[in-house]
């Protein structure tokens, strides 16, 4: 397209036209750049902070530990109908279904002798605590009284021998004295150590599924970098394990591999 | 006295010796670039920037904003152009932006009738082309606009049509009474000149 004469007149002195910008003019530009610098800046200050803020607020009123304990012992009741592995808690049941004369006489009893026995071993460690008086006492209020009179027959037979056996209207009349006794405050040491037994493993179990993931994996971070031994169970896999695996499998499909391979050769060579 | 200055001016001019390694160090925000590409073009920007807004304060008000949008948005420029084309198609939708303000601001539209007094001071420097610009700036802003962008800039009536929101019909009549009147101005300017001539020959 012909350019018009005008155009070119216009075009040929004024598309290259040069005018000075004044002095002052660069120093704008720089300040307006340097300001939206410094508003980016700011920017990712405020988001480093709330970042850090959130995650020390997450830290501390995450239910760690030290919470759940105490909100086990207030549940110590209702989770005594839950089932757990530990062999108190099926023994318990055993009793309650049984009346008190059968379960005297029957061949279970041994057994239960044995649990109390360790249990009794076991509670001599920890002594006159105050929480496991506390435990004591929530448990036996869940507990009905004939399964605390079985409780405390298992006890005499297995303090007494024979006698509770032969005699079952006594051990009855005995247990039910011992149940009314544990409700009292000052509960004797004997009597309270068995029922404490039967809560102390459970709640040790129950700490550890209530504190979070999260804060278990973080302890576990803490011991790595202070340089002492990871508990990889805390953690919930352990990667020495998974690569032993993952390499014996692999030998193993090479060895068919090299079977099949084997095989293949031999039938050509036929 | 004048040597440092310009020594200095010299080293960092060399920095950048090719348009792809300027245009990298502007995407990387670096100063230095950005204070070259200011040097090399911001005069030749200014002068675009008068032409359309006929006012020199405001022209570099706009000529600034124009290459903060280059400075910010390099990363939007394609390799496949030239460099200068891509800031001088910012700085052209900036004194479109600044006109289409005006607009709509009629009282702004005081101190652009004000710019319209031709800047004598300048005159002497570059007589022939402070005329041109003397003679455009004496156009109705619309005329002005439409002329700057097709006989100058070289955008097609479409392109302008779209920059300006007018149609195309609009754009290409507007052209039309822009070199109308541009020719008459030429043609008394030169009468003019030539009786200036004449009485000076006379006067001799």
New interface residues.
């Given amino acids: 397209m012909k350019k018009h004469p005008v155009d070119d007149l216009f075009k040929s002195k004024l598309s290259n036209w040069e005018k000075q910008p004044s002095s002052g003019a660069w120093a704008r530009i720089a300040k307006e750049q340097k300001t939206k610098d410094r508003k980016l800046g700011v920017w990712v200050w405020y988001a480093a902070a709330s970042i850090v803020v959130a995650t020390m607020a997450g830290y501390l009123l995450w239910p760690g530990a030290d919470d759940s304990q105490y909100l086990s012992m207030e549940k110590v009741s209702e989770i005594a109908d839950v089932p757990s592995p530990v062999s108190t808690d099926t023994t318990q049941k055993k009793v309650s279904v049984m009346p008190i004369e059968k379960a005297v006489e029957s061949m279970e009893v041994p057994a239960v002798r044995l649990v109390g026995k360790s249990e009794v071993k076991a509670e001599n460690k920890s002594d006159a605590n105050d929480k496991s008086n506390f435990y004591a006492q929530t448990e036996i209020k869940g507990i009905k009284e004939e399964e605390i009179a079985v409780l405390e027959i298992q006890k005499e037979d297995h303090t007494k021998d024979v006698k509770a056996v032969n005699t079952p209207e006594f051990s009855k009349e005995n247990g039910l004295q011992t149940a009314l006794a544990l409700r009292k405050p000052e509960v004797k040491e004997e009597n309270r150590t068995i029922v404490v037994n039967v809560k102390v493993p459970e709640n040790e179990f129950d700490d550890k599924s209530k504190t979070s993931k999260f804060t278990r994996v973080f302890r576990q971070l803490k011991n790595a970098r202070a340089g002492d031994p990871v508990d990889w169970q805390e953690i919930g896999f352990n990667p020495r394990d998974i690569v032993a695996k993952v390499d014996e499998r692999i030998r193993d499909k090479e060895e068919v591999i090299l079977e099949k391979y084997q095989n293949i050769k031999q039938r050509t060579k036929l | 006295m004048l040597l440092k200055p310009l020594l200095r001016m010299g080293r960092i001019l060399s920095l950048f010796s090719h348009e792809a390694q300027l245009v990298k160090a502007l995407r990387k925000q670096d100063?230095k670039a950005?204070?070259q590409v200011?040097e090399k073009y911001?005069?030749?920007m200014?002068?675009l920037c008068?032409?359309y807004v006929g006012d020199?304060m405001i022209?570099?008000d706009v000529?600034?904003e124009g290459?903060?949008k280059v400075?910010?948005k390099i990363e939007q420029f394609k390799e496949d152009g030239s460099f200068e084309g891509w800031i001088r198609r910012i700085m052209v939708n900036e004194a479109l932006g600044h006109l289409r303000k005006q607009k709509r601001n009629p009282e702004d539209a005081m101190t652009d009738e004000a710019a319209n007094i031709p800047d004598y001071a300048?005159a002497d420097q570059?007589l022939?082309?402070e005329e041109?610009?003397n003679l455009?700036g004496e156009l109705p802003i619309g005329y002005r606009t439409v002329?700057n962008l097709?006989?100058?800039?070289?955008y097609a009536h479409s392109e302008i049509a779209e920059l300006m929101g007018i149609t195309e019909s609009t754009s290409k009549s507007q052209l039309h009474r822009a070199?109308a009147l541009?020719?008459k101005m030429?043609s008394d300017w030169d009468s003019d000149l030539k009786k200036k001539v004449i009485y000076e020959k006379a006067s001799c």
Avoid: K, T
């Fill in positions: 100063p950005q204070r200011y911001s005069s030749r200014l002068g008068f032409r020199e022209a570099e000529m600034i290459f903060l400075f910010n300048l570059n022939n082309a041109l610009l455009i002329f097709y006989a100058i800039e070289g070199r541009l020719q030429v």
